[in-house]
């Protein structure tokens, strides 16, 4: 019976879905594009100013390098979209990155990879809500004075909505990012139309201010360095591009051509957006510095600590619209709004990557569960709380934030692409086909391109921005790489010691017979059904255990015993310092040093309540002396639940859990058919 | 074999002594007066001061009502120590207030003394650390300019060496006790003699100073008023008396009448010490204002903000000894290490309370289990965390906090000592005998002038001190009384729910077959354990399950299943989203419906590790499906060991864990001997 709270709910995001019922629900390319699209396109929104930025460091003169670099950046995207178009279809299972770097490069490639992804989810949070606070800043003067605050406020916002489990569909992504892109595109045609057609002379609003070059009549190398780092920082628009290699089972089909073609689009639209905003901001004359304050003239004077650097797209929307117009404040929030899913679909991939390496043994067992809300909501956690650490350090200052954050997206489309050449290899060694040997000779061309072209991005950036941030990055993927596999270590070493001996050797001392014990308290209906229960395990021998805590109490349980003419004896052990758990240990060591080949069969009656508190009141000493137990040799614990009355608000709030399904659901497509390379241990 | 570490600490506190040696440590009287004295023989330190300041509001000539309101102390405190000389002779069990309010007035009145009981031992600690440190200040200026993170400071230590179980030994009380009372006499007739004998005028470092009378020329009422909130003040002298009715079984025998005795030792003591100093003051000229930055003028001038205000014994010392000399440094010391003492005496009080409360189930069941370490831990993070609360709240002043203490200690001594009124009356029902009758008729006498007037001093301290801070008392108590009653009324609920029928009556479906399950992932040893020990409890259908949430895998299981030839049938269940609960749990239910009168028997293969992180990387998944499984009627879970090389550590912490003893075992004496009075349900 759905809530009246449900409703508006329903009306905003789709009508719940039932995560059995999931498997129906396969996306459009309409769909899929803004879906998969929300991260790249919104990249569009920072990237250009970022290039325009660190030119200005040689003064505004440099600017006139901006169209190379950003010609630069069209051949890179058309690259890595072409590269992943091999990717999707060679393995669209979805697998992404992580799959075709393990399979074609080992495992230790394949855990590069994922700590680089883990930590670029991390980054694309920070990076995303602090671009999308600023764009927001440019319209709320609320907004940018208090920009730590609301950044972090918002993660908070996304991660309970997360937390929650709000479903998602297709419509919550794909109305704001095709507004944002129309937007977009509608500011580049006016504009051009505005500049060529009409004549008339646009101004931002820094148009009139003047650059002081930190670094004047920079010459050769110095120069390219600045170049390379101006372009490095354009790279930030690639960031993303890769989520659709791990959606491939979301699409209709035919699944890998869709997923190509939605690729392709996606490229040919961010490419189109970044070139547009990197013109008009010519056009317009935007000024952007890397530190503002001291470097950016008005009048001759500095502009001072005051002053707001407002991000390229809002400048550029206040030279063609106009400042605070209709259409200023709507692309200003459609771009917020889009950045803000961006940095949701790191939540969705964030705790995706996670129970992939689960499956793996990188990670918590418990953590492969689809959905498994537990291990979904410690993902979220930790994403979360890496980001907010990360905001807060940089002060949710996006520029600061990007020198950080390009370097996991380029370690993984390098592997990647190196994985495919491999992959291609292997497939040229066996495949006889004509047609099939040219078609893949062909895409092993492109990955090879893609795998060099990345590669040499990758030497860039880190040269370049290395000292500026690009180590922490790293420092992350180390911390992320040594503690998976740390783990998988562990779960090794556990697989080795428990692995069953092949012959059905004789197993040391073979169990012959079970001592059962029934531990007692009271005698009340929890005692009465584990008694029950223990004489219909018929074992060799069967007592009930006392602990005398309480002369008082002790008398009358024997007189009541005995009243009753239960037919199982009754033994009382002494507890002077009202010890529960010490003499049962000793009685039941005592048991087995006299019979070694016995087993002792411990039943314990358990109340199952159903609030946390009454959990506090209940039981306690049952679980401790059952985790004691555990480490005797030889023994079981039996546990025989009595349902309290108030168990039935745990019944119910299960089964409202049961209904939770993992956010990012979307994006995953139906149950997951990933195949499996090769069997490993489960614990 | 002793750590090397040991060593230091066995010279320092003793030779460690296992729980059940502990029988034979009995105290002598020599020791038991410091191990229970500290609390009020140190309360001398502050409880004078409090009575000068209080005064001072009237100007310094009201000083001269100083010895009036010390006679009225020793009155009260006779009255007090005859009292609970009868209370030690009449109930030598060590049960103490809680137990004589119980049993004589009812479960509510026991229910009040403890709420103020628990509630004093949270002020014991905020009021003796933050005049420890006013003392310890008067000689280290650094402590009294971090008044506030010394007090927090000492009390996080002190905290941690009970959490860890430093064994304390009566020497421990004895040294700095002996010391402090010892040096209190040297300084009573030192001053004596040089005042009387040897006529010297003794100057106190504030001789010289004025105080600016709040109220001057106050009359009447108001006068008697103030005379009122000065003698509620020296009231604190009373605290921790007592102390000793909790610990009669610790003493050597004749346990009543050792533990009397030094009753009266330490009432001689206490108020001898509150009169010399009281005396001593008024010849030195000490000068107290409540408010000194304003009241108190030097040379006519105000002394401001920067003033401190050092307590009157160190302003005695320092004008009987002269400032910073050997035995003033001493003194202070010995007065601050005596107040931390004090302080200490609540951690061991506080949790014991607790325990006899649990057994009361007032508090969690598991709590009543003597030295429990986990219970006992609980107590004392409670205990720390209020009082650093209150430390935080008051600045660490030990004149604001003493507003709130007084009103605990009196509402128990008010409902203990009417309670013995009604002991005798009770007694003297039945007793014949004529001489035992006249020894009541005397003890009903003492107790009623005991319960008249301290019930008199309850109301004019909370007359006095409602607006002060007394109503901060009163609100702890009453949310220590409402968590109470709301514990034991569930407890109470709980135990009507689950206690048996009389008659042994057809209790719905009696279950009549087993149908045995064990949960399989892989065969391994501990798959191969469960299966054998389920195979030993002989059930009527025995199976293997397992969720097939990797295709690979499964098929697997399934070929290794037939080659090793298990003759156990294996049946699978597909969860395409890689659950384990849900399938399992819809599996039992079926079976359940089928046959209604089936138990279902899980066997659950668990992993014993050592390590917390190892315990997050096994087991999740088992444990949350057994969570589960138990809201399911008829269900029964077995869980079967399989120790891992690690459990070798967890071991080795548990046998050291086991030879922990909780602090505040040299105050309860051996076993606790307290008889049951009512049989209670256990749980």
């Known amino acids: 019976m759905p809530k009246l709270t449900d409703v508006p709910k329903r009306i905003l995001i789709g009508r719940a879905l039932r995560s059995d019922r999931l498997g129906e629900t396969l996306l459009p390319k309409r769909i899929a594009l803004p879906v998969f699209a929300s991260d790249p396109l919104s990249s569009v929104a920072y990237a250009p100013g970022e290039v325009l930025l660190v030119l200005s460091i040689a003064g505004a003169s440099a600017y006139h390098f901006s169209p190379w670099i950003a010609l630069a950046v069209v051949v890179l995207m058309f690259t890595v979209v072409a590269s992943y178009r091999q990717n999707v279809h060679a393995y669209p299972s979805g697998g992404g990155d992580y799959e075709v770097a393990t399979t074609n490069l080992g495992p230790k490639a394949g855990l590069t990879v994922a700590s680089a992804l883990l930590v670029d989810y991390v980054l694309t949070v920070a990076v995303s809500i602090s671009a999308g606070v600023e764009n927001l800043g440019s319209a709320v003067p609320f907004v940018i004075e208090n920009k730590v605050l609301c950044a972090i406020g918002i993660i908070v916002i996304l991660t309970l909505m997360n937390l929650r489990g709000v479903r998602e569909s297709g419509k919550l992504f794909a109305i704001p990012t095709y507004i944002f892109v129309t937007g977009v595109f509608i500011m580049i045609l006016w504009g051009a139309y505005r500049g060529l057609v009409l004549g008339d002379t646009m101004h931002a609003p820094t148009a009139h201010f003047e650059i002081k070059a930190e670094e004047s009549g920079l010459a050769g190398f110095a120069l390219i360095f600045l170049l390379l780092r101006a372009f490095s920082s354009g790279c930030a628009a690639l960031t993303g591009v890769e989520a659709i290699s791990n959606g491939v089972p979301a699409f209709r089909k035919p699944k890998s051509r869709n997923a190509a073609t ?123 709380g890496a980001a907010i650490l990360l905001v807060w350090l940089y002060g949710a200052d996006s520029t600061k934030l990007i020198q950080l954050y390009i370097v996991g997206v380029f370690v993984s489309f390098t592997l990647s692409q190196t994985g495919m050449v491999r992959h291609w290899n292997r497939h040229l060694r066996t495949e006889r086909d004509k047609a099939k040997r040219r078609h893949m000779i062909r895409s092993r061309a492109i990955n090879t391109f893609g795998a060099f072209f990345t590669g040499l991005v990758l030497i860039v950036v880190l040269a370049t921005k290395f000292t500026h941030g690009a180590w922490v990055a790293l420092l992350g993927m180390v911390i992320f790489y040594g503690t998976m596999s740390a783990i998988r270590r562990h779960y090794d070493r556990v697989a080795e010691e428990i692995a069953a001996a092949e012959a059905p050797g004789p197993d040391s001392v073979r169990p012959s017979r079970v001592h059962t014990i029934v531990l007692v308290s009271k005698v009340h209906k929890p005692t009465l059904r584990a008694l029950a229960f223990a004489k219909l395990t018929r074992s060799d021998r069967l007592e009930a255990l006392s602990i005398n805590v309480d002369t008082a109490e002790t008398k009358q349980l024997r007189e009541e015993w005995e009243r009753r003419g239960i037919n199982v004896p009754l033994k009382i052990l002494d507890s002077p310092y009202r010890e529960i758990t010490r003499p049962v240990i000793e009685y039941v060591k005592g048991l087995r040093t006299e019979n070694p080949r016995d087993v002792v069969s411990i039943f314990i009656p358990e ?67 990933r195949p499996k390379k090769e069997p490993t241990g489960k614990s």
């Open 262 to 384: 939605t690729l392709a689009m996606m490229g040919t639209l961010a490419v189109t957006m970044f070139c547009g905003i990197i013109g008009l901001a010519m056009a317009t004359d935007v000024k952007m510095a890397e530190f503002p304050a001291k470097d950016l003239l008005r009048d001759g004077v500095p502009v001072g600590e005051g002053y707001v650097q407002n991000p390229v797209i809002s400048q550029v929307a206040a030279a063609v619209f106009g400042p605070d117009t209709f259409f200023f404040v709507l692309l200003a929030a459609a771009t917020a709004l889009v950045l803000f899913l961006a940095a949701n679909t790191a939540y969705n991939g964030f705790p995706l990557l996670g129970s992939i390496l689960a499956q793996d043994r990188y990670l918590p067992r418990q953590l492969h569960t689809r959905g498994d809300r537990l291990a979904f909501s410690n993902g979220i956690v930790l994403l979360a």
């Open 607 to 673: 109340y199952v309540v159903g609030r946390w508190y009454e959990q506090v009141l209940h039981n306690q000493s049952a679980l401790r002396l059952k985790g004691r137990l555990l480490f005797t040799p030889g023994v079981m614990v039996t546990s025989v639940p009595y349902q309290l009355e108030s168990s039935e608000v745990a019944k119910k709030r299960d089964r409202r859990r049961a209904e939770w399904s993992a956010p990012g659901s979307v994006r995953r497509g139906p149950v997951d058919t």
